[in-house]
């Protein structure tokens, strides 16, 4: 079971891999030392060794690093996106009024992936879409591009206007009624979640709260955030707002498996 789309019904061990990310997500400095990765994995059932052992295939695959002090940080490419993840909370406020105007991207090796974490389409003629609707625009959105590993050299630019059919046709590329489904079925999961939280023994809550967080926080971070016209309810500020409240929820639950791992 993956911890980035979890069954809050079912607390059973998990991934070490996805769980050292995970723990990244929420720690406090985005940084966790051996210590919390032999605590955690007490909580979920993983020896020692094995948590060792997936920190240092992270480490092998560049997507984790050590620290001179002992600690474990998000390395590479990676390190961009957990940035990303760790501004969730930012989500309620990055959307802004569409005036009509899009951002394009040319098909570039190796750029599809921030891309699409962007909230850019590709189009059937082999560029990237997106409505201009985060508030910084272009330049924003190119930081971002760079930070994740985008070379500077890509081609971008800023549409004044299309026209009503590739309007139309454009507005196609996002699933729209998909992400408003997914957006509706982790509400639940996460009031679900907080009304039984206190019914379940100390460690299954913190399985069941740090897997769920971390759910909620990837979507919430990888919401293209369309213009609102477009959008269906519940919307990704929802969204944010439910994952504030239960984020308390889960530190709590967390902190009460520690003491007793």
């Known amino acids: 079971m993956r ?3 979890p069954d809050p019904d079912d607390t059973s061990s998990t991934d070490p891999v996805a769980l050292i990310l995970d723990l990244l997500l929420m720690a406090d400095d985005a940084r966790v030392s051996s210590d919390d990765l032999t605590a955690a994995g007490a909580v979920f059932d993983q020896p020692a060794d094995t948590m060792s052992d997936a920190a240092a295939r992270l480490i092998g695959e560049g997507r984790l690093a050590r620290t001179t002090d002992g600690f474990h940080v998000e390395g590479g ?3 961009a996106s957990i940035r990303r993840q760790r501004q969730w909370r930012e989500t309620a406020f990055r959307r802004r009024v569409w005036t009509g105007c899009w ?24 560029f990237w879409l997106r409505p ?29 206007r299309l026209d009503d059919a590739a309007t139309r046709q454009a507005a196609s590329l996002w699933e729209v009624s998909g992400m408003g489904e997914e957006r509706k079925a982790l509400l639940a999961r ?26 909620v926080i990837r979507a919430i971070a990888r919401d293209p955030i369309l213009p609102m016209d477009w959008d269906t309810r519940p919307l990704v500020e929802e969204l944010v707002l439910a994952m504030q409240a239960y ?13 007793r791992a």
């Open 103 to 126: 951002l394009l991207a040319a098909d570039t090796p190796n750029a599809a992936g921030p891309l699409e974490v962007e909230g850019f389409r590709r189009t059937a003629d082999g």
């Open 190 to 215: 996460l009031a679900r979640s907080s009304e039984r939280r206190g019914s379940l023994p100390p460690a299954a809550a913190a399985r069941e709260s740090l897997t769920l967080g971390a759910a």
């Open 247 to 259: 984020d308390g929820l889960r530190r709590d639950a967390w902190a009460a498996a520690l003491t």
């Open 132 to 160: 201009d609707t985060i508030v910084g625009g272009l330049d924003a959105c190119r930081d971002r591009l760079h930070h994740a590993g985008v070379p500077p050299t890509l081609f971008t630019a800023r549409l004044d």
């Open 3 to 5: 911890t980035t789309d």
């Open 77 to 79: 490419p990676g390190a």
